[in-house]
């Protein structure tokens, strides 16, 4: 009798501590910055997020969970209405008022730098990793990134040995009409340059350019990311929008690369380097593959 | 045009349709609380001695989020729909609204500098920041407001053609300054700034809506005493002349509290449109064009429609949020039609 009490408080107590241990963490999650989503579900957290913001489309299963908005026009009372422990986003996120009512509301509030650069990212992972109770899987998962831009970067300065960079445009547009081109101090323009490519725009953000400018700039490879349509139907309108796109060496070579335009937002996602490595084959034709 | 209900009954409805309005405002919300609990903190926050237990959630929701966004609610519904009365008056044109003396489009643009340019004024104190967006779109909306007003003048006089006319051209002129810097925005601000174009009430605090209650109570209480003034002034503005009434210094006024009160809503919630031409016309098909009744039942009337609207605005997508001006003009477009084709009858 005193032998099976005593088990029995033991494993109360193993039980209660166990629990409080796994209490501490938050275990309702809310997500406001695609990439974040992305990170979360990497580290195996899916589970706990019980509302993504719009910019958060990857992995697929997320769209399932109720969407809190877009990440800048968040609403205080709809967040809190998911009972969340914790809200996570970029320092896009707000507005501020918002933030700071939900954070009254004794909720978690935890912001990440979407600055695409290793150090952030390293930071940004071995946080979410504490939050999620899952450092292990943090500190690989940010080894392996490592690894895979350190071989992008090996990859590109390789094929850059023998062809030159070609001249690339980033085209970001809605079911092929009136595309913007990608310039300076973009994440687009990061990409291109991680992948090895040139970018023939000079300009800074998002601008549209004319027809004849961008046949002048004749780039020899066109990157295209289309926010409504994917795969073979996208470069279909973009050249029935655009037909003059036909005459650039890009279009008469086949070299026209589709890239999915959620890369673009947010900072370092999980799904960059495979895109990069991509983008890298299709600018070095003659290096692919090894 | 007939008269389908009594000044007296108008105001009772109305006045019981305001309370009501509050009364959900309050009360609804994406957090479903009991209802009983919303009753009792809001009774806390008015002071009554209630005990606390388990309201923590419901009192920091009534009285942190719910009631802050309720008074920006009246405050702003009232005043835009209070000047859509001045302006109407004030053009003897039922289709005016509060954007033809360029107030809206002044707004827009002083928000536009504030939302792409912000980054650019570096040097301003720390606490000034959070500000600025509504700041520059007061006195974005004042300057060309004044702007436009000064253009109609001559001689002394104002001339109300010339000063709708000079209102369309700084609009339009205004407009295309917008777009300029729309074309200079990054991805970012330009959804600030097409978010702030339809309006929102959401994220209302308390230390931004006092300079709104303080200047929309003024308006509120000042134009409703120029009630007579504005029914002489429906006769023509000679007519009015000779029944005694300062027809320049009425327009001044006019023109004065509606810069002021239609910027400082816009200042606090973004552009709202369709509540100052809609509501004046409701009450007008109503209770008849009499200003006495107009004015205060506009007040009341618009506080009503734009508390309604909002709760559409924080429910229909819940947990995420509506932009408040996709309501009122899903409400106003059709019911503005229906003016013009009963016009044309």
Redesign the interface.
């Known amino acids: 009798m005193r032998l099976s009490t005593r088990v029995a408080a033991l494993c109360v107590g193993l039980l209660v501590s166990h629990y409080a241990a796994a209490a501490e963490l938050p275990q309702r999650w809310v997500s406001a910055g695609g990439a974040l989503s992305e990170w979360v579900s990497a580290l195996g957290g899916e589970s706990k997020l019980v509302?993504v913001d719009?910019t958060s489309q990857h992995p697929e299963s997320l769209k399932a969970l109720?969407?809190?908005?877009?990440q800048?026009?968040?609403?205080?009372?709809?967040?809190?209405?998911?009972r969340p422990q914790i809200l996570i986003g970029t320092e896009?996120m707000g507005?501020?008022?918002?933030l700071?009512?939900i954070r009254?509301?004794g909720v978690q509030v935890e912001l990440f730098s979407a600055q695409p650069d290793l150090p952030t990212l390293q930071g940004n992972l071995q946080h979410l990793g504490k939050l999620l109770g899952a450092e292990e899987q943090a500190v690989q998962a940010y080894r392996r990134y490592q690894e895979q831009l350190e071989q992008q970067k090996i990859r590109v300065t390789k094929a850059q040995l023998t062809q030159p960079s070609p001249g690339v445009l980033l085209l970001l547009g809605h079911a092929g009409g009136k595309p913007l081109i990608a310039g300076k101090d973009t994440a687009a323009d990061w990409l291109l340059r991680q992948a090895g490519g040139h970018n023939l725009a000079t300009h800074t953000?998002?601008?549209p350019f004319s027809v004849e400018s961008l046949i002048s700039l004749d780039p020899e490879v066109l990157v295209f990311a289309d926010r409504a349509l994917t795969g073979e139907a996208a470069r279909a309108a973009l050249f029935k929008e655009n037909p003059m796109l036909s005459s650039t060496h890009a279009a008469k070579d086949g070299r026209v690369i589709e890239l999915d335009p959620t890369l673009l937002?947010g900072g370092l996602g999980p799904r960059l380097p495979d895109s990069l490595k991509k983008l890298s084959d299709g600018f070095f034709p003659g290096s692919a593959g090894k | 045009m007939t008269i389908l209900v009594k000044p007296r009954a108008l105001f009772i409805g109305l006045s019981l349709l305001c309370a009501l309005a509050i009364w959900l405002s309050l009360a609804l919300g994406p957090v479903s609380l009991p209802l009983l609990d919303t009753l009792h903190a809001a009774l806390r926050l008015a002071g009554l001695p209630i005990a606390p237990d388990g309201l923590e959630q419901a009192e920091l929701i009534v009285g942190q989020i719910r009631l802050p966004r309720t008074l920006l609610g009246l405050a702003v519904g009232g005043v835009l729909a209070l000047s859509g009365v001045a302006m109407q008056g004030l053009f003897r044109n039922p289709l005016a609204d509060p954007g033809l003396v360029g107030v809206s489009s002044g707004a827009a643009l002083g928000a536009a500098i504030a939302i792409v340019g912000g980054s650019a004024f570096g040097g301003l104190p720390e606490s000034f920041g959070p500000y600025l967006l509504s700041v520059c779109a007061f006195l974005g909306g004042l300057g060309v407001t004044a702007l436009v007003y000064r253009l109609g003048r001559r001689n002394g006089q104002t001339n109300v053609a010339t000063m709708l006319l000079a209102g369309i051209a700084l609009t339009a002129l205004a407009g295309s300054a917008v777009g300029l810097f729309t074309y200079l925005a990054d991805d970012a601000t330009l959804r600030t700034l097409t978010f702030w174009n339809l309006g929102s009430l959401n994220g209302a605090s308390y230390a931004r809506l006092w300079p709104l209650l303080l200047v929309s109570a003024g308006v509120a209480l000042w134009l409703p005493r120029r009630a007579k003034a504005l029914n002489a002034l429906l006769l023509g503005e000679s007519e009015a002349g000779h029944l005694g009434i300062d027809v320049e210094g009425l327009k001044r006024e006019l023109v004065f509290c509606t810069a002021l009160g239609v910027g400082a809503a816009v200042a606090a919630a973004g552009m709202i449109g369709f509540v100052g031409l809609v509501v004046p016309h409701l009450v007008r098909l109503l209770a008849g064009p009499d200003h006495r009744v107009l004015l205060p039942a506009s007040v009341l009337a618009g506080a009503s429609l734009l508390l309604f609207a909002d709760l559409v605005a924080r429910l229909a997508l819940a947990p995420a949020e509506l932009p408040i001006g996709i309501v009122t003009a899903f409400i106003g477009a059709p019911f503005f039609l229906f003016l013009l084709l009963r016009r044309r009858a």
């Open positions: 509302g719009t109720p969407s809190i908005g877009y800048r026009q968040l609403s205080a009372e709809g967040i809190l209405s998911l896009e507005p501020p008022p918002v700071s009512q009254n509301a953000g998002f601008k937002v």
